[in-house]
């Protein structure tokens, strides 16, 4: 089941809202549209939205092909702009949108007809690169599944979450397609139950052994032994080796730490943002209270109450266990590792 789909000229993106009970596609050709999908969620998971992004500017290109070139590239500074400021932590979306207008920029001498089918094939070509790269994700990470190994994890970072495979569970995909017996614990993920809604749903129709647990069970599961590794996500990776996730990852991350588990984080090369020296400058977004206060429409807080609702937190680097990614693994991950290992994986940030 593909989150997202680019069919006769449409982007389908698989409408999260409503998972598991309800299957639905809802249809994109409009970029503004599409910036409001990744808003309200329709479309999630750091993977995802990046891919999202660039089909959107690849639209937005369409729409204005028949502008001048200045007007062409106003617009779309327009669009890149409306789309980044969707949602502000996960890095891969204006990773995505910049590595788009880059490759427009490029194309001295073309019209902006011509720019927009070049922009289509770019954006084609990031969604390929998000399923293969996963993929390398998933085998690196094998290795590092025993037999027989119970895995908790956090949110969705499947194939949901990216553009397919997954990265988290792409790591769980890859070892039981490598014919281990994986068991997952899912944390619910409150607020907005990516685990429960989504992971579980993922896992349990590939046949992948899963069991939901609320997010408060963790510790104690961990003291009774049920749990072997953690592994997760991440929506943006300081140079430090901080890592965002959805919010929960911070405290698994220290029981893991507390019970001697390995913490591991799957993440491509796209999440990482070199810019910034440690995780304390990730812009954290924060959600409407809505998702406290009410559950299915229904009020279960009482009025006037305060709410705080962050939706990541940031996992500093000295929690991680190692960071996967699509060109190995990088063990107790610090500045110097980082950067000696994109250097070494010829990392050209584009
Ligand atoms: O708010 P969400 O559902 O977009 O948060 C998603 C996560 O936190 C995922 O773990 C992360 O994006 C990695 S997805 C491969």
Known sequence: MDAIRFERNKLLLLDQRFLPTEVIYLEYSDWRTAANAIKDMVVRGAPAIGAVAAFAIAMAADELKNADATAFFSGMTMAAAGLKSARPTAVNLAWAVERMLKVAKSQVGSSPAQIAGILLMEAKQIAQEDRE??????????????????????????????????TALGVIRSAVAAGKQVSVYADETRPYLQGSRLTAWELSRENISVTIIADNMAGFLMKQKKIDLVIVGADRIAANGDAANKIG????????????????????FSTFDLTLETGEEIPIEERCETELTHFYGKRIAPE???????SFDVTPANYLTAIITEAGVIYCPTRDKLQSFFKEAGYDRR
């Open 304 to 310: 006037g109450v305060g709410c705080y609702n962050p």
């Open 249 to 268: 990852t911070y405290s698994l991350a220290v029981l893991a730490a507390a019970h001697q588990l390995p913490f591991y984080v799957a993440a491509p």
């Open 133 to 166: 790269i996963n993929k390398k994700i998933g085998d690196f990470g094998a290795e590092l599944i025993p037999d027989n190994a119970r895995v908790l994890t956090h949110c969705n970072a499947g194939a949901l979450a990216t553009v397919g495979y997954g």
